[in-house]
């Protein structure tokens, strides 16, 4: 994550974007480390024979959740390993999207009203979310522009979003209006992801991201601290 640090001369900028970018970091890596560990457990040399994980050493074995090497096997050549670790990585990297978005929110003291005004457009079409329209009264109150609201960058974050809802509220199912706009990342009526997909989504997550903090930092009100 080297490449994406940025030198803010606003300290609360600066340490909202440090504990943005290590919660990035946080989730590419652990979504290497279970991607690494499927492919070895599928060569069937990972894992020795009757091999069984406790998940507590705190209750007796009868009272302990125990998974067994045939249970890790199973769910692995079934994907259903790969496919939950897809799911968790979109699902954490909204989530820390928005919590930076609340956060920014919050520090440039930006008003409800604001919020409930902002219309996010891309290529000349409306884009109707909480986080997005957020996102975009922060750049009306600061008064900036940056690739976060461009129409490509922005049609492809609503999209990551969605798919989020999906995960979160249909198992991954996806339906109506949906459809069309997710079908690239659709498989039959549900939600199936690549590692190229985990790792396009990684990097719209970082260098829209960028492009808006060092815009923030230069606008007027951040001139001043």
């Not at 290529?123 to 909480?130: E, Q």
């Not at 509220?169 to 069309?180: A, F, R, S």
């Not at 997909?197 to 719209?204: A, K, L, P, Y």
Request: with cysteine.
């Amino acid at each position: 994550m080297e490449k994406w640090k940025l030198n803010l001369k606003n300290k609360e900028l600066s340490n909202l974007y440090k504990n943005y970018l290590s919660k990035v970091d946080d989730i590419s890596t652990l979504y290497s480390v279970v991607m690494s560990a499927d492919l070895k457990i599928r060569s069937e040399n990972f894992l020795k024979p009757g091999e069984e994980v406790f998940l507590s050493n705190n209750f007796s074995k009868s009272f302990t959740t125990i998974k067994n090497s045939k249970d890790m096997i199973k769910c692995s050549k079934s994907n259903e390993l790969d496919r939950i670790n897809c799911y968790q990585t979109v699902t954490s990297l909204v989530s820390n999207y928005e919590n930076l978005t609340n956060s920014l929110i919050k520090l440039c003291n930006v008003p409800p009203s604001m919020v409930n005004n902002a219309q996010p457009m891309s290529y000349g079409k409306a884009i109707n979310s909480p986080i997005l329209n957020k996102n975009q009264a922060l750049h009306d109150k600061l008064d900036i522009h940056s690739n976060v609201i461009g129409s490509h960058e922005l049609k492809h974050l609503y999209k990551i979003i969605r798919i989020r809802n999906r995960i979160i509220h249909n198992q991954g199912i996806v339906k109506g209006c949906d459809l069309p706009l997710l079908k690239h990342w659709v498989d039959g009526d549900k939600i199936t992801l690549t590692t190229n997909h985990i790792d396009d989504f990684i990097h719209f997550f970082l260098m829209p991201i960028r492009s808006m903090l060092v815009s923030i930092s230069e606008s007027e009100v951040f001139k001043k601290t």
